[in-house]
């Protein structure tokens, strides 16, 4: 299973610790026994402390960039 939480904001070390319990109700509710439960966090900006994420097992960090063009008629 993957759990996944786009954010449209900063992400911080709080964000990281709900986002555990998000992984531990799916892990407990809606796997089997051989299931493993994976995450990743999504977001525009971050808190520097949210890249320690990368050492919590099972949850990668990736953010993400957003660029448009306003083209006339």
């Known amino acids: 299973m ?9 992400v911080t070390d709080s964000v990281a610790g709900q986002f555990q319990k998000y ?3 799916v892990k407990e509710k809606l796997t089997v026994e051989s299931q493993i439960v994976k995450g990743v966090i999504i ?4 808190d ?3 890249h320690r994420i990368d050492i919590t097992i099972n ?5 993400y960039q957003v660029s448009f063009r306003l083209l006339k008629g």
């Not at 977001?43 to 971050?46: A, R, Y």
């Not at 949850?59 to 953010?63: F, G, K, L, P, Q």
């Open 23 to 25: 992984m531990g109700f």
């Open 59 to 63: 949850i990668e960090y990736y953010s």
């Open 2 to 10: 993957l759990v996944v939480e786009l954010k449209k904001g900063r």
């Open 48 to 50: 520097l402390s949210i």
């Open 43 to 46: 977001s525009l900006e971050d």
